[in-house]
């Protein structure tokens, strides 16, 4: 297991800050916009005296963003938006810049945090003020305990299992503007999670089959839902701890062809 750990220079695209520079790095070198692939993004750190760096860029995005909550405007926030994302993406020496998607704002001005180089998970918050960002990262650098909520190993049996715990601690971490608006199957979030090989000759072969993970309770960006990992996080380390685990998909999985069958079953009921 974990092969990829002792592969060289594996840290290049398994840390998720170096991950976000080489495809910047890449995209400028083919003359395309990183954005159009992923969120606008900001990496910070804390160094070893405790002072955060980098953030100052993110705190100016996210009070342009914070001024439309109560005035929601999609047009206006997008303008507005324009000059800082320019300014910030310049200082990256990228090609293009980012542009506010539709899909990212949908008037709740809501991030996500995740530590660099940790996985399954680990981490990752959702968060809709400043001040949860910094009890955030205060809390990882330190190293906070994370406890998921109890929950049944199968959705239909009494037994759950014991609530685990983990210590967290980071140093440095990504934040990028969290897709207010996701495609969804039946109300529930979900990814796509697939294979592919690239050999030491630079050849990549894509394993044509994978599956989907979904999320135990439907979509919401309310405001007393924000932190709800069973809501936002697919993660089947995170989802496997939750109430709902296993209730519309056993495993909270869906093979490509089980997908068809049911988005199509349901298709048809409005055909």
């Known amino acids: 297991g974990d092969v990829y750990k002792r592969q060289e220079f594996h840290g290049e695209i398994t840390?998720?800050?170096?991950?976000?520079?080489?495809?910047?790095?890449?995209?400028?070198?083919?003359?395309?916009?990183?954005?159009?692939y992923v969120p606008?993004?900001?990496?910070?750190?804390?160094?070893?005296?405790?002072?955060?760096?980098?953030?100052?860029?993110?705190?100016?995005?996210?009070n342009i963003l914070k001024s439309f909550e109560s005035d929601f405007n999609y047009e206006?926030?997008?303008?507005?938006m324009k000059d800082i994302a320019f300014a910030v993406t310049k200082k990256l020496t990228l090609t293009g810049t980012a542009e506010l998607k539709e899909t990212?704002?949908?008037?709740?001005?809501?991030?996500?945090?995740?530590?660099?180089?940790?996985?399954?998970?680990q981490?990752?918050?959702?968060?809709?003020?400043l001040s949860q960002f910094f009890a955030l990262v205060r809390e990882y650098t330190k190293g906070g305990v994370e406890e998921e909520m109890l929950a049944r190993a199968k959705f239909n049996e009494t037994a759950?299992?014991?609530?685990?715990?983990?210590?967290?601690?980071?140093?440095?971490?990504?934040?990028?503007?969290?897709?207010?608006r996701p495609l969804l199957i039946h109300n529930r979030k979900f990814d796509i999670r697939c294979w592919a090989l690239v050999t030491h000759e630079m050849k990549l072969y894509f394993f044509k089959e994978g599956y989907i993970r979904t999320s135990s309770s439907e979509y919401t960006i309310h405001k007393d839902d924000v932190e709800k990992k069973d809501?936002?996080?697919?993660?089947?380390?995170?989802?496997?701890?939750?109430?709902?685990?296993?209730?519309?998909?056993?495993?909270?999985?869906?093979?490509?062809?089980?997908?068809?069958?049911?988005?199509?079953?349901r298709l048809e009921v409005y055909c």
């Open 123 to 129: 981490g990752v918050s959702v968060f809709d003020s």
């Open 15 to 36: 840390a998720k800050d170096s991950l976000f520079r080489n495809l910047l790095k890449h995209a400028h070198e083919a003359g395309l916009s990183a954005f159009e």
């Open 40 to 62: 606008l993004t900001f990496v910070v750190s804390v160094n070893e005296s405790g002072e955060l760096l980098g953030y100052e860029d993110f705190v100016v995005c996210y």
């Open 104 to 121: 990212h704002f949908a008037g709740r001005n809501i991030w996500i945090l995740k530590p660099t180089e940790l996985n399954r998970g």
């Open 76 to 80: 206006e926030a997008k303008k507005k």
């Open 231 to 265: 809501v936002h996080l697919t993660n089947n380390a995170v989802q496997k701890y939750c109430m709902g685990y296993s209730k519309y998909e056993d495993g909270n999985q869906l093979s490509f062809p089980m997908f068809q069958v049911k988005v199509w079953a």
């Open 160 to 180: 759950k299992l014991p609530a685990r715990k983990h210590k967290v601690k980071a140093r440095s971490f990504v934040i990028q503007k969290y897709i207010e």
